[in-house]
Each structure stands twice: as structure tokens, then as C-alpha cells.
């Protein structure tokens, strides 16, 4: 609650900050050099474009990319694309992880051959937990190695967050101690890398290449290092090419695809970069060259990099302290001496290319040189500003002189000429084979099973294993039969009653059944589509909050389930209630369990028989889908649909009769369900099933069951095939000869491939042959979409797809070489179904035919396919109803296609490759990138161990109207700090380089705790609502926003100044008012006011103390509400008599002495304050010291008395006592106090003379203050001045001698000290004074005054109102019991000098309405330094008092906050986007007059702009105090006048933003009211992005955004948005609240946050207006004295 210490003021301090978080130096140094090394080649050569990218060197040495620079240059002349592939091979070869005997010129060979060394890999990783199979790719792992081989040294890239101890796990040293910066690559120490970006103390030795320094990394050298290079150049080794900078790269160089796929052409390099300039034009320079400056070096050309842009710093004239955080506009270093060095090749710093992006205005136009000096050519700045105004989109007209439209339109990115685009012709429709329906193939599939349960009853169907691989049971084909047939009569028969059956034919019933029992889930399953029931089979619920089991309870209510089949074993195993019954689960619908196993069944009676038709329309089951979105469709297949999906199984695979084949996969839904429990009874074929569970005990299971059963068929994943990898060494006899056909269930994910050559590699030994292998591609809507089929001996193995990274992520195919690293390597999944038809559709808009060089959805159309989604219409037609249309617009076929949610195209010879899921696709920037293919990278990132099980979500969610990528991973138990963020930098520097993309979140999360899915994969759309709900508890986060958003709008550019004059002109003729306003006349105001004919107060209390001696002025309550003591006016005389003998005796004092007054709040305070005056001397009212905060506060009191020159200082015996106490003398040494007198016990004597001022403009008394941004300044109130301010408030609020006021605030400043200790004196009212610090006692205590003394006005601050809203809000009706009634209350005012908290108001009023208070009572005042009450809201304005409560606040406005942020005012309706609610400061007082001035050019201003609040008045302070007398402050503030109109009124200028509106309502007078908007102070603005920001209205955006954050404070340092948040909850809440801040801050004001501080509630200091000491707590964070539990550096 106190005033902050003047220590510490100044920037210093700032690497003590370091020694406390450790953070580190550390940065994503390996993209420095390139950030400025813009290519110029680009604008030499190709199309003029002014905005080249950056080579695409992100990942080379030093070295080499200067080397590759050179290249460029050569490259301008002729060079042949042989010619250039071999020089380049020979630059970067080096860079290149080498494989031994390995020509360098021949980059990686395609595949590593299987080795010992290769083969031993997989032993060393069982042991260290296996990694996520399906993205198992040595390929890709070694690409992946060669993006980071160049960061290999480097311990860390990211500065690390500090977090406070409790919160890390194992609290590793080095955690803590910042990385060892000396062993770098090949450039690291050279002289051009970093040339004094330390400053003077780093020795201007550079890039902390010295490692005998390491430990003291000053704070600015690693935040300069960390945001100069946050511009993570988005290249990688495989696109070093960087020969296509150039805009015109030819288009002949590229082939039409269909020629390209069938020959394996290599598409030239040239064309196949050009789409890197695009993405590199907005990712390059964010933070250009950030470091803290030196005081004495502020006559550099600075320019300040407003969050992320750099544009001029515009001069600010209103008082801020010297700003030494300018830094220079370019990467050009500035050396020790401050010369600028010129670095790299010409060409701009790496701020450039965000500027060159900026169309630049008028003067504010820069051309810069290669070293950022800017160049005052007015020719080329006109050249350059028309390329700028060609590129730049058309904008609106001008309007009120401002270019920027409202709308603030995000950037938009412009389409790049030079994108990779589709080529080929239009493609044409796929035809499968015929489906030849064999003679004997059954009518439906109730046939097949009737058929073989008679013909051949012993024959096997299906045996399954136990956990230890021994045969649990062997199910026949007539037992299934006659099970089944149990289940169906029992369905039909034996559920409810006769007259009303449960289950019906054609009812839906769900089956729950586990995944080691598929004999009872085949007889439920048979059972009933026997008695033509639709079963709908789901997993089984383990908890009764299963992640997604709500879902899935909708799919059944929505299907109207009301009976679940499941089987003994899971029946037990479900949990109960404590009665034994099976609870309902969160979101299901009521069912009855029913267990359908032969003992609890009763036999059919003989003549029943189920009735078997052939396959008809009826639905025959429902297959669940969870969505992107996490909510669970039911695709509905029919009887015909799901027979001819047998059928064409059947062809496509060869089954015939009595075949065995090994079944790993899930029996219950897809390829599980298809081949091992509906095709394998169609032909008769015996089903061996591995269970989940033994697969984990024993990975080599399903080999050796193939073995054991010579099988000619299974089915796995690729998960399955990497499982046996890790084990094949404990098997010597394993032989798989007799597999005909290895189905490989996901082979549409492209990352299959790696899996299937890995087995292929190790088990071609024992017997497997290439061609068995056979990938398949499926979905829940489409089944089969196709498979490979098994070849004959020798045919020619199939072909594969080297495919361009890039090229995918805009949609197009272009082949490249397996030694590049962002490529993407597909197998085929074989043909199309038989008697199908596929063609592959645009994946936005209509469905138009893709091109053949294009990606896009596949959809087939076939009648083995879903046909709905069941209950969903809408959604049904758009899948499974879907009419491919070509260009012109005539749909391909007259039947309708489903859509298989599989992105691809049809390859040569009609094979079909995927690339990917619908699902899985996050559109970043307009570039399309697959989850899939960004797992796969970040689990290639070695030390693989890093990642729990391989356990890693990514996901993208929606940030201000673009999609941004969120990783999560769960990290192994044992991982320190360090490993963490090593890894964390890594995976983004690896994502980076190979998919050109940055991640706009990296967080880690304690292992096992994703949502799990039944099968336990990972639940993504449950992580995603945990991370937006902030319940995710990551113990590790990485933010990095500065490298994703690429949208923001442009920096708004400071126009040149209007002048003066024609603002006004343009406002006459817009017909605008001139924004000024003023109070009531004072001079026309006839009232008897007696105390007018004085001069002085002291003579006003004279006066009182002979007409009304006995007349109480003044009550002072204690914390019981009890009248502590009180004074009439005689007693006060007296008193005050005493104390100026006292003065002039002991202090002998002269006339003007300053006394210095430290008193508690209460009447001492009052009685020695006109001591003083009666003694001549001047008083100044000072705060007295905190006993429980000695150290901080006294200070602050000792800084008061020095800097107000006080002479002696007069208090209580108390305090005095307390100056000498042991902690006090710690703080402050005693003999540097002036005299100190203590006023407990007065003499009797009365003084000879009372003093009677010569001048009433000398010097009443000194008003001190600290205002919130941390400066002391005191007023000097003269004599009129006072006279005027009592009169002024009197008018006001009509006070008067027979009236009473409760006054709740502190009394040592501005209206508060007014208030409480003169107003009563010059008015005569009573004064009842509650001292704010009792409420801490008695929260009630004000109120229960209010109440009891029946008060009409009272003034309170806005600490007291939240003290009362939070301490009193569940009490309201023990106060209504207790009496407390608020109905006569006609004014509260909240005394303030900041904008009205409009939300704290109203909770008041609604949260006291019970009480009685009027919901127009509450209201505010506004004041400052130079005027200390300029408005003041009394009773209500006149119309108002009649309406009641009716009706809305009328001083409320909304304004457009967008709007706001460029000084403009815009009215927009309540409830509109973007709107901020403000109310009016109360009513302008009497004598008072303001004006709207801008605060640069000094003009007046129209109405309803915003500017700076000017005041004219008999009551303005008539100046600073200060000791140093900055005389030009002085002048400023206290006596401005305007540059143009009225320029004879002298105005003091206030320091705070507002403006004026003429409301529709009239005063008592009948004039119309003007209402004044304060909007907050100029010196708390902060300037980002060229706007100007209020700090309470991104405060408000952040606590609204998770219930845990009770407090924030917002500031800039060093132009970083600082969020500094108090958390109310545990810790391990804190790293939930880094990304929800970001997000907000983003969305709602378009900023990125640079740092989060997740502090302790009470940490933000706040003093006692209940105002934030922002600049307060910013010099605690810089001097590291918050003790964060967590600080995030959002670089």
C-alpha cells in the first residue's frame, strides 16, 4: 500500500536481474548472420522486387554462407543447372552429416543399407522407451539431424525461463547456470559477428565468445542477442539452393507432371524454391539489433523498434523521464565509440524486411543504406515510396486528415507471384477393376455364416491368445452360428416384456466390448444382424470421466441406445456404485447392460429361426469417428454396402477359402473389423487375434504366430511391424515364408514407409518378400479407399514418391531428390477398389477436379461405402454426397461420391499415393501442413529419449484469423531443465528448417498426463480444450510468437503533423465544435457565503472559532465505528494556537519555513496543519512510516522531508519514537533528520502574535505526491488558490454548516488532504473522517457510518470501494440485518486521478443496491498535479433526480478501443466488437475551465478527439516544488498556451488523455452538459507499434482471461510488452497462464507480449488511491526483487 522509494529509478540494475533467473544468452544464434544478409541478387537481377527474401541458407556455417554469396553472384552469369548442382555440392558438402566412403558430390544415398551397426540401433532404443512408431523414419531422423547438425555445439537456443525452485522437479545445477557460450562453430569468434553488442561493460568483445566471462552475461547483451536473432530464417540445407531469388525463374524449367511422375525427373531447383520468397518476406527481421544504451549516447539516430516493427521515435514533449532504451533503427552495430560498423553484404538490416514490407508516408520515409544510415535523397525516397505504393493495397480516402482506416485491417498476405503452382492437365477419374461376382459368393453375409455353421461346423473362425500367447479359445464356425443366433433370439425376445419388446429390428443397441475378447464381440455382432439389430460398437468406459466417453454418450443418445451388449469379464470390471450398480457415464444416455454369453441365455424354442435375406438398404452397423473437434459421428453402412466392401476385399486381396491370417488390429472398427471379422467369415477363413495386451508383453507375438500357423495373411500396423523391430533379436527361428500378403492398416499415413522398409530390411533373411507388403488406405466414410495388391514372383517392386515439402504445403507435387532435407518419401497404397471410381477434388470451395500435378481430397464412388452420417443431414450431404464437377463446371458422373477425408493424387500408372488427413491439416499463412509429417519431425529430434513413449500432440488453434501450431509432449520422468529446453529448441529449429513453419507454442507436459484415448493414444481434441481452458499444467513452455504471426496489421505511421491552424479550419468547416468546456461562473454565483470576505483559511477558522465556537467540525471514527475524538471550532483554534507558539519557540521558525507533518489520519493532522498556518510556516502533509515495513517506507518519508526542504519535522510521541527505533536507524541514520518536535503535550501558552500572511498569492502549504509512474512531485498551492478550491467545492456539492460528510480517504494529497482538512473549515460542515486503514480491521466500518450518521454525501477511494466489494459481498444480508441502510445516500464520489473503473462501480452499486443505495449515487472525480480537482459529480444532474432508476447510465459512452489507439474517438453501440465502456469524470466544478489540446502540436482539437486535457482555473497549483527547478517543465505544464486560436489564456496541462462530448442532458440551469472522458495518463501510455496503448485496457483483456489470475500489470521495457500476472491458485497453474496471455493480448490489441511474470497475489505494488505502481514494479523486475514463480520470454 505505500509509496515506492525513489531508488533505483534509472535503468540500472539490470544484470542483477540476470544473477537471479539465470537466464541465458542464449538465442537462436544460428540464423544471426543471416537475418541481415538481405540478397541482393534478387533485386540486381529478377523483376525489380523490392522485397527479395533472404537466401535460403538457414542452416550452414558461417563460412559457407558467405561462400554461397558469392555463388549468387556467379550465378548471375550463365550457369547450367548441372554445373550449379555440382558447385553447390561442393559448398555444402562439408555441412553434410558424411556417411564413410561416401562421395560428398553425391549427397545422401536413398536408404541406409541394413548394417550391423544399423541393426544394433534398434537393440540400444528398447532400452531407452520406444518412440512413436507410426513416425519411425531413419531417413527422416538424419534429415532432421543434418537441419540441426549446424546448432550441434550450442547448448541452448532459447533464452530459458526462470521458474521458481518448488516448481522444478529435480533442481539440477546446471539448470541454472547459463550455457557455456565458447565452443561455437566455425564463425563464432570472428571479427564480423557481433562487435560490441554487449556495450562498454561486455568489453565490446561480441557474441560472448570469451568463455572465461561466461557466468556474468549482462542481461542487455543476451536480450540484444535474443531478439536480434528471434528471426528464425525459415531455410534448411535442402533448399540452399538459393539461386532463385530471382523473381522471373523460367517457367520451362518445370515439366508437366505426368511426365515428371512417370520419368523421376528432377524438377529444377530454381523452380522449385521460388515459393520460399513468400514466407521468408514476412518471417525475416522482427526485432532488428535491441540493446540497452547509454545515457550519454542518446544523440544517435534512434529509432525505437516498437514490438516488432522499427519506425522513427516521435518526440514526446510531456514529462517522461529520459528514455535509455532507443536503440539504433538497423543491425548496424554500434562499436565502443558509437561509430556505426558496416556488416554483411548491402542490403538492410534485419529489421528491413518487415520495413520494406511497410509502406512508408510522407517524410516518415527512410531509404536505407547497407548500413542503416538513413539517406536523405529525396529522389530515391519518391522512387522508392511508388514501388511501395504499387505493391501497397488500395486504400480507403482520406477522412479527418488520417490515412488508416478503421477497420485496422490485419495484413492479408499478397498471393507470390513466384509460388509453385499447379501445371498438369485437368486430372481424369480412376476406374477400379471390374467387381466379378463369383458364382458362389453368398447372398449376404448372414447367408455366409449360416452356410459354413452347417456345411462345415468344425471348421475354426477365430482363436484367440492369452497374455502368454497361449490359445485362450478356439471358436468354430458352428459354434458362431449357433451362438449367434442365441443372441439374436434373446435380443428380439427376452428384453422387456411381450407387448413391449425393448429392442426391435432396426433399433440401434451399443457393443462394449474389450479388445482381448473377440470371440463374444463376433457372436454379439453376428447376433445382431441376425435378429436385424444395428450394432454401434464402442470402447469400453475405463473411468466414469473418460477422456471423449462424453462424446461418445451423444453418438448413443443421438442414436437412441438404450441397451449396451457387453461381455462377463468387462461387465464386472465396470465401475459400480456402492450398490453394485453400474453408474450412468458423463453424458450418456440410460442404457440397460445385457451380457449375451451362452450361460445367461435362454435356447430358442426349435421352430424359431432368424429370417435370412439377401443384402438389402437396411442399415447394417454404425462405425464411430471422432472429429478434429473431438465430437463422435456415427457413419452409417448399409447390408449391400458392407457385403460388396467384402466382395471387393475379397478380389483385391485373393482370400479364398479356409486361409489363415494373424489379425493385430482392432476388431471393432475399420480395417480390423473389415478383413478379420466380415470378410474372413464371407470365405471361411480362420481369424488368429492377437490382443493389444499380449502385443505389449511380447512385440514378436504376431510373427510367431504366423509361424505357428504358416498364415498367408495378417494385418498390422506399422506401430506393430517397428514393435517386432525392437525384438527380432530374442527370435532365431522365425520364418515367414508362407505370408502371401502383410496388410499394413495405416499405410496412408506417410510415414508408414519407414516402418515397412525397416521389416522389410531385417526380415527379408527370414523368408519375407518385398512384394508381401501391402499398404492399404482407409476411412470410416469411404472403407477401403484402396490397397496394394500382392504381386506375383518378380513382378517390379512399386514405385515411390520423392516429394517437395514445400511443394505440398501450397498444394502441389514436385518430385525432388531423397538428399534434400524437407521431403516427404510416399509409397503407394496400390489401385482403386474394384468397382470403384476416384477421382481427388480442391479441398476448399467447390468440388472441383484437382489438376494432376495437385493435391487434394480423394473421394470415391462406389456402393461399398457409408451412406450417412446418422441423425446429421446436413453434414451427410457434404460427404456423402458430393458431385465432382471439371473446370467447366459439369459434374463427372451422375452418382454421388463420398469424401475420404485422405489428401493425395493418383500417381502414374494408377497408383494412389497419400499424403495425408483432412484432420491433420492446419492451414498456416494459406500454406497447408499436416500434424502427421510435424510428429514425425519432432520425435526425429534426437535424444529421442526426451519424449515420454513417443507421446506428442500437435494440434493448430485459431489466433487473431490465422491458425497457429501448438506441440505438445509428455517428457520422461528423469528430464532436467536443461535437457528440455535443449530439446525444445531443437524440435522448433528442426520444424522450422524442414516444414518452413514456425510453432507458436513448444509445451512439455509430466509424463502420462495427455488425455489418453481408449486405446490410449493421444486424445487431441481433449489436450486441445485442456491447453484453451488453461488446464493443461505444462511444466515447461515455449512461446514464440514473434516468429509466427506474420498478420498483424502494419505499424500505423505517423503522419506529418497537420498543423495547428488547419485542424481548427477543418473542424469549422466539418461544422465541429472545438472541444473546451467549462464549470459554473464563479463570479455570477450570488450565495451568502460568509467565508468569501476572508482571504485565508486561518482567518476563516478565526472567524468560525468567535461566531460558532461550539460548532463540531470534525469526528473522527475508530475501527469499532466509535467516536474516537472530535473538534469544534474553538477547540481547533486553540489547539492550532498552541502548536504555532510551539513552532515558534522550539523550532524558532521563520515566516515561509516548510514543516514537515507526519501524523497518522486524524485530527493531530488537522490541528498542526493550521499551527502552521497561524505560525506563518508552510506545512507539508507527509504519510508516516509503516511500522511492519520500516525499510521501504521511511525512505520514502526522509526523501519527502529533503526534497520539500522541510526545516523541522512535527508528529505524535508514537512515531517519534518509532524514527529511533532499531529497524528505522538500519533504513535512515538519525542525525540526517531536521528537528523533530512532538505535538502530544502542548505547552499552555498561547503565541504573541497569530501570523497574517502580506500576499495571499505566497505559498499556503506543499502537496507531495507519487504519481502511479513512480515520480515524486510536489505542488505548490498558494493561499488564493486554496481559498478558490474550498469555494469551488462548496458550490459544488453545496455544503453548508448543518450538513454532514463521511470522508473515507487518506488525508496527506491532492482532493483527499482537501477534503479532510479544509474544506470543513472554510464551509462549516461536519466531517466525519474514517481512516481507510481501519477497514482492513472492520470492512464494514464505512458503510455501517454512512448508515448510522445518516449521511447524504461521502467520498471514498477506489481501494476502499474494492475493499468493501471483495471483503463485504457475501455479508450483505447480516448488514441489512444489522441495520445498515444506504437509502439516503445522494452522492458517493470516488476521489481518483485516473479513468473511472467503470466495472468496480457498478459491482458496487449492484452489490449495495440491497442496502439501499441508489444505483445513480456512485460517481467519480477526476484531478491531477496541476489542477487537484477538476471535476467533481455531486447529487445527479437535474432531469434525472424525477426518472427514477429507468433507464440507462446516461454518461456512459462506448468508444471503438482500435480507434482509441490511434488518438481518435469513435462512438460505437454497447456490445460492438471491440468497444470499451467509459464514463464521464464527473461535472466540470465551478471557475473551472478545460480545453482538448494535442499534446505535440499544442492546436486545439474538434470535439470528440482525443487529446490532452488542458485546465484554466483560480485553483491550478501555481507550480512545481522541486529542488533542481526545471524551469522548462515548469512553463510546460503550469503555464502553456495554445499555438494557434485563443493564445492569450495560460492553461496548465494536465498529462492525461480525454475528451469532451456534449451530452443530450441539461444541467438545473437548462444548458446542455458537457461531459469530460478521461482516458488515462500521457506518461503510462505506451507507444507500440506506432499506437498508443493504456495499460488498464490490456490489464482488463488478461484477467478476464483465466479465473486463476486475480491481478496484472502491463509495461514496456526495452519495447517489450511486459505481463506481469498474480496468480491465485497452485503454482503449477502459473506456465497454464503464459500462452492464454499471449493469446488475448494478440487477439483483442494486436500485440506481442514479450515476457509473462506469474507472481504471488499481493506482488504488484499499489499505492493508496488504489492505483498501480507500474514503473514501480517494473524496477523490481529489472532489479529481480519479484521472486516470480515464473517468467516466460516469449522470443
Known amino acids: 500500500m505505500n509509496q515506492r522509494p525513489p531508488a533505483g529509478r534509472g535503468e540500472g540494475s539490470v544484470s542483477a536481474f540476470c544473477s537471479r533467473a539465470r537466464c541465458c544468452c542464449c538465442c537462436f544464434r544460428q540464423h544471426e548472420r543471416f537475418g541481415e544478409m538481405k540478397s541482393t541478387a534478387g533485386r540486381q537481377g529478377g523483376g525489380g522486387s523490392a522485397a527479395a527474401a533472404p537466401g535460403d541458407r538457414g542452416q550452414l556455417g558461417s563460412s559457407s554462407s558467405c561462400r554461397s554469396i558469392e555463388m549468387q553472384h556467379d550465378e548471375e552469369g550463365d550457369i547450367t543447372q548441372k554445373g550449379y548442382e555440382k558447385k553447390r555440392s561442393k559448398l555444402i558438402g562439408a555441412y553434410f552429416p558424411q556417411t564413410p566412403g561416401m562421395d560428398p558430390s553425391m549427397g545422401q544415398e536413398r536408404r541406409t543399407p541394413v548394417t550391423p551397426s544399423s541393426s544394433s540401433r534398434y537393440n540400444r532404443r528398447r532400452s531407452s522407451g520406444s518412440r512413436d512408431e507410426r513416425y519411425r523414419s531413419d531417413v527422416h531422423t538424419e534429415a532432421v539431424q543434418a537441419a540441426l547438425a549446424k546448432h550441434k555445439e550450442r547448448k541452448m537456443a532459447v533464452p530459458m525461463p526462470s521458474k521458481r525452485r518448488s516448481l522444478v522437479v529435480q533442481t539440477s545445477m546446471d539448470a541454472y547456470t547459463p550455457p557455456d557460450t565458447s565452443s561455437g562453430s566455425e564463425g563464432e569468434g570472428q571479427g564480423d559477428e557481433d562487435v560490441g553488442d554487449g556495450e562498454e561493460e561486455d568489453g565490446g568483445g561480441g557474441g560472448g565468445t570469451s568463455s572465461s566471462r561466461e557466468g556474468s552475461i549482462s542481461m542487455e547483451h543476451w536480450i540484444s542477442r535474443a531478439v536480434h536473432s528471434s528471426t528464425t530464417t525459415t531455410s534448411s540445407t535442402a533448399s540452399s539452393s538459393s539461386s532463385s531469388t530471382r523473381s522471373g525463374g523460367s517457367g520451362a524449367a518445370a515439366g508437366r507432371l505426368a511426365d515428371v511422375l512417370a520419368q523421376h525427373v528432377h524438377i529444377s531447383a530454381q523452380h522449385h524454391l521460388r515459393h520460399h520468397r513468400h514466407h521468408h518476406r514476412h518471417k525475416t527481421g522482427l526485432l532488428s539489433h535491441l540493446s540497452l544504451r547509454k545515457r550519454r549516447r542518446k544523440a544517435e539516430p534512434a529509432g525505437l523498434v516498437q514490438n516488432g516493427n522499427s519506425e522513427p521515435r516521435r518526440s514526446e514533449n510531456h514529462s517522461a523521464p529520459p528514455d535509455v532504451t532507443g536503440c539504433t533503427n538497423n543491425t548496424a552495430n554500434t562499436t565502443a565509440d558509437g561509430i556505426q560498423v558496416e556488416r554483411g553484404p548491402p542490403g538492410g538490416g534485419g529489421g528491413s524486411a518487415a520495413q520494406r514490407q511497410t509502406p512508408k508516408y510522407g517524410n516518415a520515409e527512410l531509404m536505407e543504406t547497407g548500413d542503416g544510415v538513413p539517406v536523405s535523397s529525396r529522389v530515391s525516397a519518391k522512387i522508392q515510396q511508388l514501388v511501395n505504393t504499387l505493391k501497397r493495397p488500395k486504400r480507403p480516402p482520406l477522412r479527418e486528415f488520417f490515412v488508416d482506416d478503421f477497420e485496422e485491417l490485419l495484413e492479408v498476405q499478397q498471393p507470390d507471384p513466384n509460388l509453385p503452382k499447379a501445371e498438369g492437365a485437368q486430372m481424369a477419374a480412376m476406374r477400379g477393376e471390374q467387381l466379378g461376382v463369383v458364382t458362389n459368393w453368398p447372398p449376404s453375409l448372414e447367408a455366409a455364416l449360416q452356410r459354413w455353421g452347417t456345411i462345415s461346423p468344425k471348421a475354426p473362425c477365430l482363436t484367440t491368445m492369452d497374455t502368454n500367447g497361449k490359445p485362450l479359445y478356439v471358436l468354430t464356425y458352428g459354434k458362431l452360428w449357433s451362438r449367434s443366433v442365441k443372441v439374436a433370439y434373446n435380443l428380439l425376445h427376452k428384453l422387456g416384456t411381450k407387448q413391449e419388446p425393448l429392442v426391435r429390428p432396426g433399433d440401434r443397441v451399443a457393443l462394449v466390448f474389450p479388445n482381448n ?24 468406459p475405463l473411468t466414469r470421466k473418460d477422456a471423449g466417453s462424453q462424446q461418445i454418450g451423444f453418438l448413443l443418445g443421438s442414436c437412441g441406445v438404450t441397451v449396451a451388449l457387453t461381455s462377463d469379464a468387462c461387465h464386472k470390471g465396470l465401475p459400480k456404485t456402492p450398490t453394485g450398480e453400474i453408474p450412468q457415464f458423463k453424458g450418456w444416455p440410460k442404457v440397460l447392460w445385457f451380457v449375451p454369453e451362452s450361460k445367461h441365455l435362454s435356447k430358442p424354442p426349435r421352430d424359431w429361426f432368424p429370417q435370412i435375406k439377401d443384402a438389402n438398404q437396411d442399415t447394417a452397423y454404425i462405425e464411430y469417428k471422432t472429429c478434429k473437434d473431438g465430437g463422435v459421428l456415427g457413419v452409417t453402412v448399409t447390408r449391400t454396402a458392407m457385403l460388396t466392401h467384402c466382395q471387393a476385399l475379397t478380389q483385391s486381396c485373393s482370400y479364398t477359402e479356409a486361409e489363415t491370417i494373424v489379425n493385430v488390429l482392432d476388431f471393432k472398427k475399420d480395417v480390423g473389423l473389415w478383413h478379420a471379422v466380415l470378410t474372413s467369415v464371407m470365405n471361411m477363413m480362420h481369424v488368429v487375434s492377437i490382443p493389444y495386451a499380449l502385443m505389449k508383453v511380447n512385440p514378436l507375438s504376431w510373427i510367431q504366430k504366423v509361424c505357428q500357423f504358416k498364415a498367408k495373411v495378417a494385418c498390422v500396423k506399422s506401430r506393430d511391424m517397428h514393435w517386432a523391430l525392437v525384438a527380432h533379436r530374442d527370435q532365431r527361428d522365425v520364418n515367414l515364408s508362407s505370408l502371401r500378403m502383410l496388410v499394413v492398416a495405416d499405410g496412408s499415413n506417410p510415414w508408414s514407409i519407414s516402418s515397412c522398409d525397416a521389416f522389410l530390411n531385417v526380415f527379408q533373411t527370414k523368408g519375407l518378400r518385398p512384394e508381401v507388403i501391402c499398404p492399404c488406405a482407409s476411412s470410416p466414410e469411404a472403407l477401403t479407399v484402396a490397397i496394394r495388391r500382392p504381386l506375383e514372383e518378380g513382378a517390379t517392386p512399386p514405385s515411390r514418391g520423392v516429394l517437395s515439402m514445400p511443394g505440398l504445403s501450397h498444394g502441389v507435387i514436385r518430385v525432388d531428390s531423397e538428399e534434400k532435407l524437407s521431403v516427404l518419401t510416399l509409397q503407394d497404397v496400390g489401385s482403386v477398389m474394384p468397382g470403384a471410381l476416384m477421382c481427388v477434388v480442391k479441398v476448399e470451395g467447390v468440388p472441383q477436379l484437382c489438376k494432376t500435378d ?305 501524523y497518522p489520519p486524524g485530527i493531530d493532522l488537522i490541528a498542526a496543519f493550521y499551527g502552521c498556518l497561524y505560525a506563518g510556516c508552510v506545512p507539508i502533509t507527509v504519510r508516516p512510516p509503516h511500522p511492519q515495513n520500516i525499510a521501504t517506507t521511511l525512505p520514502t518519508v526522509k526523501m519527502i522531508v529533503e526534497v520539500s526542504r522541510s526545516v523541522c519535522v512535527m508528529t505524535t510521541q508514537l512515531i517519534c519514537k518509532l524514527l529511533r527505533s532499531k529497524e528505522a536507524l538500519a533504513a535512515v541514520d538519525l542525525r540526517t533528520w531536521p528537528p523533530v518536535i512532538d505535538t502530544d503535550d502542548l505547552p499552555k501558552k498561547k503565541p504573541p502574535l497569530l501570523y497574517k500572511p502580506s500576499n495571499p498569492d505566497t505559498l499556503a ?431
Open 854 to 1158: 495437385e493435391i487434394g481430397e480423394m473421394c470415391v464412388c462406389t456402393v461399398a461405402t457409408g451412406t450417412s452420417y446418422y441423425g446429421l443431414a446436413g453434414m451427410t450431404k457434404n460427404t456423402f454426397e458430393v458431385f465432382p464437377v471439371s473446370n467447366n463446371g459439369t459434374p463427372i458422373s451422375e452418382f454421388p461420391f463420398t469424401r475420404t477425408g485422405l489428401l493425395g493424387f493418383i500417381g502414374p500408372a494408377g497408383l494412389i499415393f497419400v499424403a495425408g488427413k483432412m484432420d491433420g491439416l492446419m492451414v498456416v499463412g494459406g500454406r497447408r501442413h499436416n500434424a502427421d509429417d510435424i510428429v514425425a519431425t519432432a520425435l526425429a529430434v534426437e535424444p529421442m529419449k526426451f519424449v515420454y513413449r513417443g507421446r506428442i500432440a500437435v494440434f493448430s488453434i485459431t489466433v487473431l484469423h490465422d491458425e497457429r501450431i501448438v506441440v505438445v509432449a509428455e517428457q520422461r520422468p528423469d528430464s532436467t531443465e536443461e535437457d528440455s529446453f535443449q530439446w525444445m529448441s531443437r524440435v522448433l529449429q528442426a520444424i522450422d528448417s524442414i516444414h518452413q513453419v514456425g510453432v507458436y507454442c513448444l509445451a512439455l507436459v509430466p509424463s502420462n498426463t495427455l488425455p489418453k484415448t481408449p486405446l490410449g493414444g493421444i486424445h487431441l481434441s481433449e489436450a486441445k480444450q485442456l491447453f484453451l481452458e488453461g488446464a493443461l499444467h505444462p511444466c515447461n513452455v515455449l512461446m514464440c510468437p514473434h516468429t509466427c504471426v506474420t498478420n498483424l496489421p502494419k505499424p500505423r505511421q505517423k503522419q506529418p503533423e497537420i498543423g495547428p491552424a488547419s485542424v481548427m479550419v477543418g473542424n469549422l468547416v466539418s461544422g465541429k465544435r472545438i472541444a473546451q468546456a467549462s464549470g459554473r461562473d464563479l463570479g455570477q454565483i450570488e450565495d451568502n457565503d460568509q467565508a468569501r470576505k476572508f482571504l485565508f483559511l486561518s482567518e476563516v477558522l478565526q472567524w468560525r472559532a468567535q461566531t460558532t465556537p461550539d460548532h463540531v467540525l470534525y469526528t473522527l471514527l475508530n475501527s469499532r465505528g466509535a467516536i474516537a475524538s472530535s473538534l469544534t471550532c474553538v477547540q481547533l483554534h486553540k489547539r492550532a494556537e498552541k502548536i504555532a507558539a510551539v513552532l515558534s519557540e522550539r523550532g524558532h521558525l521563520q515566516d515561509g519555513d516548510h514543516v514537515a507533518l507526519v
Open 517 to 540: 475378447d473377440p470371440g463374444a464381440f463376433m457372436t454379439a455382432f453376428y447376433g445382431c444382424l441376425l435378429a436385424e439389430v444395428v450394432p454401434v460398437p464402442i470402447e469400453v
Open 1261 to 1691: 502549504y506543499l502537496d507531495f505526491s507519487v504519481s502511479t509512474t513512480g515520480m515524486l512531485a510536489g505542488v505548490k498551492m498558494s493561499h488564493t488558490a486554496t481559498s478558490a478550491f474550498c469555494r469551488s467545492i462548496k458550490l459544488q456539492c453545496e455544503l453548508y454548516p448543518s450538513r454532514e460528510v463521511a470522508i473515507c480517504l487518506d488525508p496527506y494529497c491532492g482532493l483527499g488532504f482537501v477534503l479532510w482538512c479544509l474544506c470543513s473549515v472554510y464551509s462549516g460542515h461536519q466531517s466525519i473522517l474514517i481512516p481507510p486503514s481501519e477497514l482492513e480491521v472492520n470492512p464494514a466500518l464505512w458503510l455501517s457510518a454512512v448508515s448510522q450518521y445518516k449521511v447524504r454525501d461521502t467520498f471514498c477511494s477506489y481501494s476502499v470501494m474494492e475493499l468493501c466489494t471483495k471483503g463485504l459481498g457475501l455479508q450483505t444480508d447480516s448488514l441489512k440485518s444489522r441495520g445498515v441502510d444506504l437509502s439516503r445516500v445522494r452522492t458517493c464520489v470516488v476521489v481518483a486521478e485516473e479513468r473511472p473503473r467503470i466495472a468496480l462501480t457498478q459491482s458496487f452499486s449492484k452489490l449495495f443496491k440491497d442496502l439501499g443505495l441508489h444505483p445513480r449515487a456512485v460517481s467519480t472525480s477526476f484531478g491531477c498535479r496541476v489542477n487537484l480537482a477538476i471535476c467533481l459529480q455531486p447529487h445527479r444532474l437535474g432531469k434525472l433526480a424525477d426518472q427514477g432508476t429507468s433507464g440507462p447510465d446516461p454518461t456512459t459512452v462506448f468508444v471503438d478501443m482500435r480507434a482509441l489507439r490511434h488518438d481518435r474517438v469513435r462512438l460505437v453501440e454497447r456490445g460492438s466488437p471491440h468497444s470499451l465502456p467509459l464514463m464521464e469524470s464527473g461535472k466540470i466544478l465551478p471557475g473551472v475551465r478545460i480545453i482538448i489540446a494535442n499534446p505535440e502540436t499544442k492546436g486545439p482539437m474538434g470535439e470528440s478527439h482525443l487529446g490532452e486535457i488542458w485546465v484554466h482555473s483560480g485553483h491550478n497549483a501555481s507550480g512545481y516544488f522541486t529542488v533542481y527547478g526545471d524551469e522548462v517543465l515548469q512553463s510546460d505544464h503550469f503555464s502553456s498556451r495554445l499555438s494557434f486560436g485563443d493564445t492569450q489564456t495560460v492553461w496548465a496541462r494536465t498529462g492525461y488523455l480525454g475528451f469532451l462530448r456534449r451530452t443530450e442532458l441539461t444541467d438545473a440551469s437548462g444548458e446542455r452538459h458537457d461531459a469530460l472522458y478521461v482516458v488515462g495518463a500521457l506518461e503510462e501510455a505506451m507507444e507500440l507499434r506506432g499506437m498508443r496503448y493504456h495499460p488498464i485496457d490490456i490489464e482488463t483483456s488478461v484477467i478476464r482471461t483465466h479465473k486463476s489470475i486475480t491481478e496484472c500489470a502491463v509495461f514496456t521495457w526495452t519495447n517489450l510488452l511486459v505481463v506481469v500476472v498474480e496468480l491465485d491458485g497452485s503454482e503449477h497453474e502459473a506456465l497454464d497462464l503464459v500462452p492464454l496471455v499471449t493469446n488475448v493480448v494478440l487477439e483483442e490489441h494486436y500485440l506481442i507480449v514479450g515476457v509473462v511474470v506469474v507472481v504471488d497475489i499481493g506482488v504488484i505494488p499499489i499505492n493508496s488511491r488504489g492505483e498501480k505502481q507500474r514503473m514501480h514494479l517494473r524496477d523490481g523486475f529489472l532489479a529481480d526483487q519479484l521472486d516470480p514463480i515464473y517468467v516466460a520470454y516469449n522470443m
